[in-house]
C-alpha cells in the first residue's frame, strides 16, 4: 500500500447539545489536529440525531483547522461498528497505508479491534487521555458483549 | 454472580459493623449499595456475554452444539442479569419507582431478545445458515444493547439532582467498568 495516510475521526453521540460540537468530539477534534500531516486524508465519521440539523460529522468538519489535504465525511454511520466499516471502506478504496483511528482512551480498546478485524493490523490508535463518565463506562461495558461477533463479521468483509 | 455474592456479604459485615471503620456504623447509604449491586451486576453479565459469543467467533469450528451452547449461556447470563436487576427494588430515592421501572421494561425487552436468540439457535443449518444464524444472533444482542442504553439513559435522566450518578461515580464496583 503506497496511498495516504487516513486519519478516521469518530464522532461522539450524545443526547445533550445541540448545533454545537460536544467535549468529547471536541477531544477527539483536537488529538486529530496533533496527529495529521500535509498529504494525509481524514474522515470524519458520525450520524445525524434525529431533529438535530447537522451531523456529528458535519460538526467536526466545520471545527476542523488542521492539516490533511483532503477531507472527508461519513454522516452515515450510528454505530462504532459503523464507524470502523465505513473506515476500513474508505482506506481500500483510497489504498491507504495505513489508519490513524482517533478517539477517547475509554472507547479505543473496543474500536481499535474493531477497526483491525475490518482492516487488518495497519491501524494505529491516538487516544486522548480523558475518562469517560460512569454512564458512558457502563455503556462501553455493555457494548463489548457484541465484539466477538461484529469481529467475526466484520473480518469476512475484508 | 460471585462479586454481586461478596459484594452482598461484605455489606452485610459492614451493617453489623464488622468492618475496619470501629467508628460504630457504616456510612454506605441504601443508594450507594445500589449503585455497587447496579455496577457489579453490569459487570458481570458484559462479561459472562462475551465470554459467550466468543464461542461463535470462529466460523470454521462453529456446530448446532456450538450455537446451543452459546444460546444457553446468553440466556443463562441475562436472566441472572434482570433477576439481580430486580432484586436490587428500587433506589431509595425521590425517583425510585421510576427508576425500578426502567430496569422491568429493560427486563422484558430482554426476554423478547433471548426468544430470538433462541430461534435463531434453533434454526441453524448448513455453513450459509451459520452465517445467517450469527448475523440474528448479532441483531438480537444489538437490540439487547440498545434496551440496556435506554434503561441507563432513563436512569440518568430521572437523576436531576445526581444523587444516583454521583453514588455510581463512588462506588467501587463501578471502577471495574474499565474506561
Not at chain 1, 12 to 21: N, T, V, W
Not at chain 2, 58 to 64: A, P
Amino acid at each position: 500500500m503506497s496511498g495516504p495516510r487516513l486519519i478516521a475521526v469518530l464522532g461522539y453521540s450524545s443526547r445533550d447539545g445541540g448545533a454545537e460540537l460536544n467535549r468529547v468530539s471536541a477531544a477527539r477534534l483536537a488529538r486529530a489536529n496533533e496527529e495529521a500531516l500535509p498529504g494525509d486524508t481524514i474522515l470524519f465519521s458520525g450520524w445525524r440525531r434525529p431533529r438535530r440539523a447537522v451531523s456529528e460529522a458535519e460538526l467536526m468538519s466545520r471545527g476542523w483547522n488542521g492539516n490533511a489535504g483532503n477531507v472527508l465525511l461519513d454522516n452515515a454511520s450510528r454505530t462504532t461498528y459503523g464507524n470502523v466499516l465505513a473506515a476500513a471502506n474508505v482506506a481500500r478504496e483510497l489504498s491507504a497505508r495505513e489508519i490513524v483511528l482517533v478517539t477517547s482512551g475509554w472507547h479505543a480498546r473496543r474500536a481499535s479491534r474493531l477497526l483491525e478485524a475490518a482492516h487488518g493490523d495497519r491501524v494505529v490508535l491516538a487516544a486522548t487521555d480523558e475518562r469517560g463518565t460512569v454512564g458512558a463506562r457502563i455503556r462501553e461495558r455493555a457494548c463489548w458483549l457484541l465484539v466477538p461477533l461484529q469481529a467475526a463479521l466484520a473480518q469476512r468483509r475484508r | 454472580m460471585k462479586r454481586v455474592a461478596l459484594l452482598a456479604i461484605v455489606l452485610a459485615l459492614a451493617a453489623v459493623g464488622c468492618g475496619a471503620d470501629d467508628g460504630g456504623s457504616s456510612s454506605a447509604t441504601p443508594t450507594d449499595e445500589w449503585a455497587e449491586g447496579y455496577c457489579a451486576a453490569i459487570v458481570d453479565w458484559a462479561d459472562e456475554l462475551r465470554l459467550a459469543t466468543d464461542e461463535l467467533r470462529d466460523f470454521r469450528s462453529l456446530s448446532q452444539q456450538s450455537f446451543a451452547q452459546a444460546g444457553d449461556d446468553i440466556r443463562a447470563a441475562t436472566d441472572s442479569f434482570t433477576g439481580e436487576l430486580r432484586a436490587l427494588g428500587a433506589p431509595d430515592t425521590e425517583f425510585g419507582e421510576a427508576a425500578r421501572q426502567a430496569v422491568e421494561t429493560f427486563a422484558t425487552a430482554a426476554k423478547a431478545d433471548l426468544a430470538d436468540i433462541e430461534r435463531a439457535v434453533a434454526n441453524v443449518s448448513g455453513l450459509a445458515g451459520i452465517s445467517k444464524a450469527v448475523s440474528s444472533i448479532t441483531a438480537a444482542l444489538t437490540s439487547m444493547n440498545r434496551s440496556f442504553t435506554t434503561m441507563v439513559n432513563s436512569l440518568r435522566k430521572l437523576d436531576p439532582e445526581e444523587e444516583l450518578q454521583s453514588a455510581l461515580e463512588d462506588a467501587e464496583s463501578c471502577d471495574d467498568l474499565g474506561g
